[in-house]
């Protein structure tokens, strides 16, 4: 019996129906067609019309997720703690790389900050370090200006001569930098190359390849300060080495002022001056309290605090000479260098720098005109006093004992200061005294014996050691026969000149020091190996003979007459005015640098 089918129904095959779970064949997938298979499951009805071989690719089942009945916000809470834990795993990674670095740094360095003890002893010539006498760090890296050569650099033994010099006799009288003993020119040039080449530029015999070297030099400052805006330590240092020994250069433009402003702009630029951001930095991320990075990368290196307080004192000593631009500014921040290199340093060249630091600060609180009286041009004696007490306190608190601080140059910035403050007791009345007056003699007894102390450590000082002076030590010395010739003429019935002249007379003293710039210009001449002349002492030269001129000529007109009118009174001539002007000077150059000074 057949068996009974709907009315409705069909005897046909049945309808092929997709197979689920099954993926389209390649053909159909390569023409991206609907695959259906038919009802043997083994090919699809497009293979079969078309009789092609129906090859079923990999069967893929979809994988359904389960319906999320969290809420939005609970989903990005979520991915969010995600990204919280690879950072936590990222910041874990770098804080562990960091606590090797400092262990290495502290075996070095044994956790002291500022430790001056020189670790460059071990080093090999091909390590560089980022500092001279303090802490030494790993892996430094050898700057690319230490391969550059110059036309007219010297050669490896004479520039480990020159740099031993500048060691030895000239950084006594700046001593902005401190180059331990065994530190050799080779490691000096891969450390600080800029330093190296101007320390080597100043040091040259020969003045026609000093004169290259420094042109080139001053090319380079340009370039690299200007132009390109470079700061680092290396620069600051050569900067310092070049204008603190500026009178060995060639003589065709001053330049003095504008490179002692490059020198405040490195300063403020590299943010020397000012202390350190108190937040957290870079390689100190959760570990503020670490005492190791505070130590090691937080404070200042000696080194970096020798610079600044040698770029406080040539900055504010080309400022009070030429008056065109303000030196560095002094701050709380600076006192606390001060007082680190007081406290802690072992160098005894430290030493001498403090004193002359502190020594500088009361030289400028002279220059400063806010303390004058107005009306009068000079200091109160309650302000005069005070000065004299700091001077006093400096002498006391540092016996000047010691090699470092018995070096002529302490010796003569001291007497030069107390000449300076001596001398801002000295009022210009509206009127003529006509009676003596007990406190003007003591100030002009005073100016007389810082005076005499003055020249007297100059003159017994050895040739060959002034020869290092630094650049700013030559005006001082002017400054200091200008107050001669001015306690020599001065109209005072308080004051016998015919006593100062047996004292210290002023045109011999003339002679006296022109003889030694002479002595000094032969010298320097005779050690120039190619004979090319030395121009660094005819400056002091010039002057000095056409003072001698004009001062000759105004004392014989007064013993000669023997009046008043030839006399430089109280109230024509005033604090530090020459009888003679330098406008009248046939060097135009001469003219042009030291007329502010004179005036």
């Not at 695959?35 to 699809?44: K, L, Q, V």
């Not at 020198?263 to 001056?273: A, E, F, K, Y």
């Not at 007990?438 to 005076?451: G, K, N, P, T």
Request: hydrophobic residues 35%; glycine residues 6%.
């Amino acid at each position: 019996m057949e068996p009974e089918f709907p009315l409705n129904a069909s005897r046909s095959q049945p309808t092929p129906t997709p197979i689920l779970g099954a993926r389209a064949c390649t053909n159909c997938a390569r023409v991206k067609c609907k695959c259906i298979y038919r009802a043997d499951g083994i090919t699809c009805e497009r293979c079969h019309r078309l009789k092609k071989e129906c090859i079923a690719s990999s069967s893929f089942k979809r994988r359904r997720g389960p319906k999320r009945s969290v809420s939005r916000a609970a989903r990005l809470e979520e991915k969010l703690t995600e990204l919280v834990s690879c950072l936590q795993a990222k910041q874990g990674a770098e804080e562990r790389d960091r606590d090797e670095t400092l262990g290495s740094i502290g075996e070095q360095a044994g956790f002291e900050p500022e430790a001056d003890t020189p670790s460059v002893a071990s080093l090999g010539p091909a390590t560089a370090t980022n500092s001279l006498g303090g802490i030494t760090l790993p892996n430094a890296a050898k700057t690319a200006e230490s391969e550059i050569s110059f036309p007219d650099e010297p050669s490896t033994s004479e520039a480990e001569e020159l740099v031993k010099k500048f060691r030895e006799e000239s950084i006594g009288f700046f001593p902005f930098l401190y180059i331990p003993p065994h530190v050799t020119s080779h490691q000096l040039r891969e450390m600080y190359p800029f330093l190296w080449l101007n320390i080597v530029c100043t040091k040259l015999s020969s003045a026609k390849r000093r004169y290259a070297l420094g042109d080139q030099i001053r090319s380079m400052v340009i370039q690299k300060v200007v132009i390109d805006r470079e700061k680092s330590l290396d620069l600051l240092l050569g900067l310092l080495t070049f204008v603190g020994w500026a009178h060995l250069q060639r003589k065709d433009k001053p330049y003095w002022t504008l490179f002692s402003q490059l020198i405040v702009t490195l300063v403020c630029d590299m943010g020397l001056h000012r202390p350190q951001p108190d937040g957290p930095t870079l390689c100190a991320i959760g570990k503020d309290n670490d005492s190791r990075i505070t130590n090691v990368f937080r404070i200042r290196t000696h080194e970096a605090q020798r610079a600044v307080l040698g770029a406080f004192i040539i900055t504010s000593q080309i400022s009070n000479i030429f008056k065109h631009a303000p030196g560095l500014r002094w701050s709380s921040h600076l006192d606390g260098y001060v007082s680190n290199l007081s406290q802690n340093s072992t160098v005894s060249q430290d030493e001498s720098l403090v004193v002359q630091v502190r020594m500088q600060l009361l030289v400028n609180q002279v220059y400063d005109e806010s303390w004058q009286n107005p009306g009068s041009g000079s200091s109160s004696p309650l302000y005069i006093s005070a000065l004299r007490s700091q001077l006093h306190d400096i002498n006391r608190h540092n016996k000047l004992d010691t090699p470092a601080k018995n070096h002529p140059m302490i010796t003569l910035f001291h007497h030069y200061t107390e000449l300076l403050i001596s001398e801002s007791a000295i009022s210009k009345p509206a009127m003529p005294w006509n009676e003596p007056d007990f406190r003007r003699f003591e100030v002009y007894q005073s100016c007389l014996a810082s005076i005499k102390a003055y020249l007297d450590v100059f003159f017994s000082t050895s040739v060959a050691v002034l020869g290092n002076m630094a650049f700013t030590s030559y005006p001082q010395v002017v400054r200091v026969m200008k107050s001669l010739h001015r306690i020599t003429t001065v109209q005072d019935p308080a004051w016998d000149r015919a006593a100062v002249r047996r004292s210290v007379d002023l045109i011999p003293t003339c002679d006296k020091l022109i003889g030694t710039l002479e002595f000094l210009r032969a010298a320097s001449n005779l050690a120039s190996p190619d004979g090319s002349e030395d121009e660094s002492t005819n400056l002091g030269l010039g002057v000095f003979r056409k003072m001698r001129a004009a001062w000759q000529s105004e004392l014989d007109s007064m013993d000669a007459a023997n009046t008043a009118s030839r006399e430089v009174s109280m109230i024509d001539g005033g604090l530090g005015v020459f009888a003679t002007s330098t406008n009248s000077w046939a060097d135009p150059w001469l003219s042009n640098v030291f007329n502010d000074f004179w005036e």
